[in-house]
């Protein structure tokens, strides 16, 4: 396996694994996806890497874009403390914490700006999901220059089809795809 990850140069960043997670996800499972995530984390933790955990959070739901569509939205029937990270995360006070208010992790947040404070050039990615929060963050990532590594089992798609596109189309062209665990011996 090739050297992969430079600890001190690598962040992971990982994205919408909150409470409010269905469980209409494809290929993976939410369950699998938070686990692989957990396991990055921990690994990342325990290198003393840098570990972003972003969620969407509001109060009032009048700061996250409400678009015009074609279609009516889902209806959001958003459990209590729906903005929380699941527990599985174990949410560390080394974590820096991202609230974003749209699709990608950079706009409107401090995200670019820590990274770079702390000389980091490559981000690994995971979360959920595939086509909209970890596409958008991995756009916006290439866009500023950041080297990617895309945990591939550790993110879903809302549909296989969605998670095979970005996986097939778009994630190639700008970083490098591994597994969780290819990753995680990269590190060790």
Same mark, same amino acid.
């Given at each position: ?21 269905? $469980?209409?996800?494809? =290929? ?26 972003v969620?969407?959070?509001? &109060?009032?739901?009048?700061?996250? =874009? ?6 009516? =939205? ?15 995360? $174990? ?9 974003? &208010? ?30 909209l929060g ?32 970005? &996986? $097939? ?15 995680? &011996?990269?590190? $060790?």
């Amino acid at each position: 396996m090739e050297n992969l990850i430079n600890p001190k140069k690598t962040a992971l960043v990982v994205i919408d694994l909150q409470k409010w997670i269905g $469980n209409q996800y494809a =290929p993976y499972s939410a369950e699998q996806v938070i686990d692989n995530s957990a396991a990055l984390a921990e690994t990342f933790r325990k290198a003393d890497a840098f570990v972003s955990l972003v969620h969407v959070s509001s &109060k009032d739901m009048k700061d996250i =874009p409400q678009p015009k569509l074609d279609t009516v =939205p889902p209806s959001l029937n958003m459990p209590s403390n729906w903005d929380e990270f699941v527990p599985k995360l $174990n949410v560390s006070e080394t974590d820096h914490i991202i609230t974003k &208010k749209q699709w990608g992790a950079f706009y409107g947040t401090d995200l670019d700006l820590q990274l770079r404070r702390r000389g980091i050039d490559t981000i690994v990615l995971c979360g959920i999901a595939t086509g909209l929060g970890v596409d958008t963050t991995a756009r916006e990532a290439f866009m500023h220059g950041y080297n990617l590594i895309f945990s591939i089992d550790a993110m879903t798609g809302f549909s296989q089809a969605e998670h095979d596109h970005v &996986k $097939n189309f778009i994630f190639p062209r700008i970083g490098k795809i591994r597994t969780t665990s290819e990753i995680i &011996k990269s590190m $060790n």
